[in-house]
């Protein structure tokens, strides 16, 4: 089946510096990709759509500022987390949809540890 | 109300038993359902997906929805061990199908006791 892969899976960082997570559709072409955050035995929690060539467009109370996203490429996304901070510790996940078989498939996640 | 709803659980059942998992749903505008399996620490897993009602297997799961309840289950026959996770179920419209946000619920956490 399809795959999305997501780069870093686990990064350290230090409080004030930004970390760039990346998430790639490998064998097929996303136009949409969206960002979840998750805590700890919490569910999934949208944080934006990535529109390729287009701004992302952000849930309510998700800062833009802080979490950059670009969708640059049909392939590709990425979150940005800028200035990060111990509280932006999380478990970053995204999606794709894959338009041939009509199934939104995810990354395996990106563990960031502030701290 | 929230749009889906599903209980969190946790739910504990012994190897071999049959697991029911269920969501209900508010909005009649969903008409694609899917189930993902969620191990600690992993992205979620597609398990199966279906856009009519009635029921739909593959090995042993089975997903069952009924649009005239609103109401969706994933069945696991003779569970594992290696089935113990987080279930969630997510839904969408065809209004926007393969741009919009699916609706998940908030994962129902399932331990399978050897």
């Known amino acids: 089946g399809a795959v999305v892969s997501q780069h870093p899976s686990w990064v350290i960082c230090k409080s004030g510096t930004s970390v760039k997570i990346e998430c790639r559709s490998l064998d097929f072409q996303a136009t949409t990709m969206f960002w979840y955050r998750q805590f700890p035995k919490q569910s999934l929690m949208l944080m934006a759509t990535s529109n390729e060539g287009s701004k992302a467009t952000y849930e309510q109370g998700v800062e833009k500022d802080k979490f950059l996203i670009n969708h640059a490429s049909l392939t590709l996304s990425t979150l940005t987390v800028t200035s990060a901070h111990p509280e932006d510790s999380s478990f970053y996940i995204c999606?794709?949809?894959?338009?041939?078989?009509?199934?939104?498939?995810f990354g395996e996640g990106s563990r960031l540890t502030v701290l | 109300q929230k749009e889906v709803e599903q209980d969190p659980g946790p739910l504990s059942v012994p190897e071999g038993a049959i697991v029911s998992l269920n969501c209900t749903y508010s909005?009649?505008?969903?008409?694609?359902f899917m189930w993902y399996r969620q191990y600690s620490r992993k992205g979620p897993e597609l398990l199966m997906y279906?856009?009519?009602?009635g029921n739909k297997e593959d090995g042993r799961f089975t997903a069952q929805v009924d649009k005239s309840s609103k109401y969706i289950s994933l069945f696991i026959r003779d569970s594992q061990p290696s089935d113990s996770a987080t279930y969630l179920c997510?839904?969408?419209?065809?209004?926007?199908?393969?741009?919009?946000?699916?609706?998940f619920g908030t994962g129902t956490r399932l331990t399978i006791i050897p």
């Open positions: 997510a839904m969408g419209g065809w209004a926007n199908f393969g741009n919009e946000k699916l609706t």
């Open positions: 909005n009649s505008a969903f008409q694609y």
């Open positions: 279906t856009y009519s009602s």
């Open positions: 999606s794709a949809w894959d338009y041939q078989s009509g199934e939104l498939f």
